[in-house]
């Protein structure tokens, strides 16, 4: 990559593994979450869509801090998972990937969410006569209906992931090569003299790549207006 | 096959409270919106429970909330018509049709020629007009191989024209007297040319169950079919086709002169005649322009609320059912047991009440 510098596609390359990992991970947990939001009837609903929510509106920075305490080296959760499976997520890169899912957690809840609900519930209800059991009704009727919402919803938290900063940084730090993402890589950049048209490669990168999903994901949720319209 | 159904169910404002048993063929459940047929229909699927009640078909408990039975929806094997189709926008006529039955391509083939589907197999959804997408529906319910068809209002979202596209469809599957159908309407014209057992609901109650043509041809259910649309069911037979677009049919108590019934020389038919339209009699009428004349016997005379007296008249081992006013069944003297004479314009009997259907009885 002759435009960007080896520091500079460091940076990229790791955006790149860690929003795909975050992304990849979270993907079956975000389905499971919009479809208990979207069609399950049970006390706490609007907790637990107020805990989803939660990132999106709280500072970044409390969020980090909070993955700190829990899953930290000295965390509950970080505890047992290093004594268990020998799992360590602070200070690398699994946990810049944890960090990112959970920020970008929200925007890919909310566009699959929004895809369920355009499912008329009655079509589920026609499968189920027709002998479908609950899992192949799934299958073969509500899935394949939301399917560009589900891309739609994994490609925003792609992006968001990409992007993801505060939470981060607080969390797992900015140690270049293995926590420094494209966005910590600009702030490190902007703290050294001469380091602003490094910063500004990156920036356009970000842009472009932020664009791009913003138009792909609009692009996958016209596709499911049409697919539920039948045509 | 027999359903036994007994249920209890409230929402807020409304109580069910329903038992009545049906035997096979095309059993109708009739009545006005709130009248509790669509609670019945759903709790009979499992698509929705009610408080109390059992529900058997064919000696298989589906539903007994005592024992604590309550099959699940998809292992009911009821097949369901929706009264707005429902079928999958995102597959083909062809994969909607196959959706519940991979296997069996000889049933598909007979199913799609009963229906007419053959030219829209790879069509979407969106594509199909209001009546195509209903056939499909029904088509997609039979290939369930289900025990029983549900049919829920299926024409109720149709207008006129694909209504009639749809109900020869339906007499056929009827007649053909395979698959058992428990039958949803508030329309009398669809009672009248679908209907072997026919159970009245009203308020949430059964109010008669029994052989839809015994039930059609009692005096005293008129008010609660709508007395527009209250008519007794004759059998006929098409003896010919005349020139000048009249076809004669053989009815019990004499011949029937009707504008073009588009049916072969020998098909039996049943034909609804509407109370209002039948002109009575004491002498056999002459120089009239109506071409029917049937001759009967008073069987009963029903005064109801208002104006009318309803009079049921015996033609050969059936009844008709004729509404006229109080002030001419008591200038006429008409009293039961009397012979009198039935008039009917050829012009009164509309297509839709002609039905190739299954005989009555």
Known sequence: ?231 | MSLSVDLNHSFPGFTLDVTFEAPSGVTVLFGHSGSGKSTVIKAVAGLLKPNAGKVVVNDRVLLDTHGRISVPVPRRRLGYVFQDGRLFPHLTVRANLTYAHRSDTKGLDRVVDLLGLGNLLERRPGALSGGEAQRVAIGRALLSDPVMLLMDEPLAALDAPRKAEILPFLDRLCSEGGVPILYVTHAVAEVARLASHLVLLENGQVLRSGPAAKLMADPVLVPHMGVRDAGALLTARVVAHHPDGLTELEAPGGRLFLPGVHRAAGDPLRVRILAQDVILSRTRPEGLSALNILEGTISALHRGGGPGVVVQLAVGGEHLLARITRRSAEAMGLAPGQTCFAVLKSVAVAQVDIAEAAPLR
Not at chain 1, 53 to 66: A, E, F, M, N
Not at chain 1, 70 to 98: D, S
Not at chain 1, 141 to 152: E, K, M, N, R
Not at chain 1, 215 to 223: D, F
């Open chain 1, 1 to 231: 990559m002759a435009f960007l510098g080896p520091d500079e596609w460091q940076a990229v390359a790791l955006s790149l593994k860690v929003a795909c990992l975050a992304v990849a991970a979270s993907l079956p947990f975000g389905l499971a979450v919009a479809m208990l939001l979207a069609r399950g009837r049970f006390p706490g609903r609007q907790i637990l869509n107020g805990i989803v929510h939660l990132p999106l509106i709280l500072p970044p920075v409390v969020t980090g801090y909070v993955l700190l305490l829990g899953f930290g080296r000295r965390g509950p959760i970080g505890e047992f998972l290093e004594n268990t499976f020998g799992v360590v997520l602070a200070f690398r890169w699994t946990g810049a990937a944890l960090a990112a899912a959970i920020m970008a957690f929200p925007l890919m809840v909310r566009a699959m969410r929004l895809a369920i609900e355009t499912v008329d519930p009655g079509l589920e209800e026609a499968a189920a006569t027709l002998g479908a059991s609950r899992l192949r009704v799934f299958l073969t009727v509500t899935l394949p209906l939301i399917l560009p919402g589900v891309l739609a919803g994994a490609i925003l938290a792609f992006a968001k992931a990409m992007g993801e900063f505060g939470a981060t940084i607080t969390f797992v730090s900015n140690i270049p090569g293995e926590t420094r993402t494209v966005p910590s890589a600009i702030y490190a950049f902007l703290q050294v003299p001469g380091g602003e048209a490094s910063a500004l490669r990156l920036v356009i990168v970000s842009v472009v790549i932020a664009m791009a999903a913003l138009l792909v994901s609009e692009v996958m949720a016209r596709r499911v207006a049409a697919r539920v319209a039948g045509r």
